[in-house]
């Protein structure tokens, strides 16, 4: 029975160590991926994975340029049925694009439209010259403008997002341009729920399909290259809460939105339980994150003061441009998507056995409560753990606090339940139990 129980051992940790190889080779196919979820009346971030990683912005940079277009629309400097001239500069930008002619117009509130469900790179061009004068003197005021508003990681160096190997930003960044965008121009936000509009009788949608399919979501915006994946800002309301997330590097348009729908999803019900009045503390969790190599490629202070170039990447900043291929190939469910992998490995299914390892859920004044949320835990983990057994213990000390905690489990099984719980919107931490 003895070597029986070495060799099963021996096993176990050969798997557990073929895991954690699967693990670094996952987050070495996608150095791209960052992602991060708000509470945008808190403050408070529900969810994060390297959120202050150097990526490329790709088509979220047209926030910006949007920013500074409302900025002009709100001090009287322009008007929505205002022609905007077009130059040959702009007329050459490459897809996605509305095929502007050179010494055409278009007027600012179609602009903004075109920017928002188009994502149209000649029309970027347009309102950075009418703007800046010229596009890189429109990409230093946004540069500057970001600054200001504490996105500290971010260079501009176009106004469109195409490819340049110094523009770069952070999650973080993003999502604080998203929430800036909202909270100092509500007035025009309601643009970036816009699902189609008509130009010269051409109607064009957007491919921005959260807004379309997650319930609540009311906004802004996504962007692609071939640098940064597939990128998406955004916005979401529930119960009169609204959170905003921003997701960096997927693979397909698909198991992005995937991904951001299920963020959103637990982003919502973690901010439901802490909405409950009767948290002592809120515990957190202790190296159960999987967090994905950044790879930047500079720092944004030596890409401030670094010539303009750019980069040897596909021109064109279109999901639909590469929609065909999607559909056919990469988005039926690739085994290398690392989003798809962080989802299936929250879902995936592990054995336990006993232990001297809990999973606290949190700690409370009132035994009931305690009670309470240690069984919803257990209850949510039923697909992942059998016979999880529940705990409430009252600590030592002068003031009555319950540990709400699931026990008897091994280590490895306790990271995986807390990585699970916290998935699933709920606080934990990884403790040994005597």
């Not at 994905?292 to 279109?318: I, M, N, W, Y």
């Not at 697909?383 to 905690?405: H, K, T």
Request: negative net charge.
């Amino acid at each position: 029975m003895r070597s029986y129980n070495r060799h099963y051992l021996g096993v176990a940790v050969f798997f557990l160590f073929c895991f954690q190889l699967l693990a670094i080779d996952t987050a070495q196919a996608n150095p791209r991926y960052a992602a991060i979820v708000i509470d945008v009346e808190s403050g408070d971030v529900l969810h994060s994975a390297n959120a202050d990683a150097t990526r490329y912005p790709a088509s979220l940079t047209k926030m910006m340029t949007l920013y500074l277009l409302f900025e002009a629309l709100e001090s009287g400097n322009m008007h929505l049925s205002q022609p905007l001239p077009v130059s040959s500069h702009a007329a050459s930008m490459p897809a996605s694009k509305l095929w502007l002619a050179a010494g055409s117009s278009i007027a600012v509130e179609d602009a903004i439209k075109a920017l928002v469900v188009r994502s149209a790179n000649d029309v970027a061009v347009v309102v950075a010259e009418a703007l800046g004068g010229t596009e890189s003197g429109f990409a230093r005021m946004m540069t500057q403008r970001a600054q200001e508003l504490g996105m500290t990681s971010t260079v501009f160096r176009n106004a469109s997002g195409l490819p340049d190997n110094a523009q770069v930003t952070t999650a973080r960044d993003m999502a604080t341009l998203s929430i800036r965008v909202m909270q100092d121009f509500p007035q025009y936000y309601h643009y970036f729920s816009t699902q189609s509009f008509t130009y010269r009788g051409t109607t064009h949608t957007s491919h921005n399909r959260l807004v379309r399919n997650y319930p609540g979501a009311d906004g802004l915006k996504t962007g692609f290259i071939r640098a940064s994946g597939f990128n998406v800002a955004t916005s979401a309301i529930r119960d009169n809460r609204r959170i905003v997330s921003v997701v960096m590097g997927g693979f397909t348009a698909a198991s992005r939105d995937t991904h951001m729908s299920d963020l959103l999803d637990r982003g919502f019900a973690r901010l439901s339980m802490l909405q409950r009045g009767d948290w002592i503390a809120r515990a957190d969790v202790l190296g159960d994150r999987m967090e994905l190599p950044d790879s930047p490629p500079a720092s944004a202070q030596q890409l401030a003061a670094a010539p303009e170039s750019r980069a040897q990447a596909p021109s064109g900043d279109s999901e639909q441009r590469y929609s065909f291929q999607s559909e056919v190939g990469i988005e039926m469910g690739s085994a290398d998507d690392p989003i798809r992998a962080l989802i299936a490995q929250a879902d995936a299914p592990q054995q336990r056995s006993g232990g001297s390892w809990a999973v606290q859920v949190g700690a409370f004044s009132d035994a009931d409560q305690a009670r309470y949320l240690a069984s919803r835990a257990a209850d949510q983990l039923a697909n992942l753990l059998s016979d999880v057994r529940v705990s409430v213990a009252e600590s030592g000390g002068d003031q009555r606090v319950f540990r709400a905690r699931l026990v008897d489990m091994q280590e490895s099984d306790a990271h995986s339940a807390c990585h699970s719980l916290r998935a699933q919107g709920m606080d934990c931490m990884v403790v040994a139990h005597n």
